[in-house]
């Protein structure tokens, strides 16, 4: 495989406040970005993504920013909650291809 | 919103044994699908592209014979664990792209397979 994480990094927040999660990508050539939460024993859910020639994107409670030059994404959470502890992936897809390669993920742990 | 199943969420197998996995598009037709494994605390590695009515794309390190890949329709493609080994236990996931969507638009993930191989 072309990621493979090992050990999740974890994430520590307070309930109620903002978390941010960041992400380095691998290759210049990549035109699209996601960010999926994961929880476990589930299969990744769909977060919020965007395209190359953005470089901010604003969901429901959550943002993305996109720093190209220097190949960086994160993920910002306004007023975290019990339900949004989870690992969280960013994911690429490569121009050349149609394959869409996971970052090593981050474990967000929420605490009361 | 884009549904896929996967099937069976969990699976335990004797070694040497076959276990076919499959992943169904509900509610979309999926011209390409892909296989994800897992390990624990770890991301997803991609395993293979399967296309519909056309050979799959295997990853490097990914040995084909052990794992076949059938995309017989536009809406499921099926994973096949030949002669499993308690080394192949872990957590696949397969995923799959709306084929209207285009290229640029995101994976929709089944809930994974827990396969273990005793």
């Known amino acids: 495989g072309e990621s493979v994480g090992l050990h999740l990094p974890t994430l520590s927040v307070q309930e109620g406040d903002n978390s941010i999660i960041n992400c380095a990508y691998s290759n210049s050539a990549s035109d699209y970005f996601i960010w999926y939460k994961q929880e476990s024993g589930k299969g990744p859910q769909f977060i919020i993504d965007i395209r190359s020639n953005m470089d901010k994107r604003q969901g429901q409670r959550v943002t993305v920013l996109l720093n190209k030059t220097v190949k960086h994404l994160s993920l910002q959470i306004a007023a975290t909650q019990p339900g949004d502890s989870a690992v969280y992936f960013c994911a690429e897809i490569l121009n050349r291809d149609d394959k869409i390669i996971f970052g090593k993920g981050t474990r967000l742990h929420i605490l009361p | 919103g884009a549904v896929v199943s996967q099937h069976p969420s969990w699976v335990i197998c004797k070694s040497g044994t076959s276990v076919k996995i499959e992943c169904r598009s509900l509610?979309?037709?999926?011209?390409?699908m892909f296989w994800y494994r897992q390990f624990p605390k770890q991301s997803l590695m991609l395993m293979a592209t399967?296309?519909?009515?056309?050979?799959?794309?295997?990853e490097q390190g990914v040995e084909k014979d052990k794992f076949l890949i059938n995309h017989a329709s536009l809406t499921l493609s099926t994973l096949t664990v030949t002669s499993a080994h308690p080394e192949d236990s872990s957590f696949y996931i397969c995923?799959?792209?709306?084929?209207?969507?285009?290229?640029?638009?995101?994976?929709?993930f089944g809930n994974g397979t827990r396969l273990t191989v005793t």
């Open positions: 399967s296309n519909e009515g056309s050979k799959a794309t295997y």
């Open positions: 995923s799959a792209r709306d084929g209207s969507r285009g290229r640029n638009s995101p994976l929709h």
């Open positions: 509610d979309f037709q999926a011209t390409t």
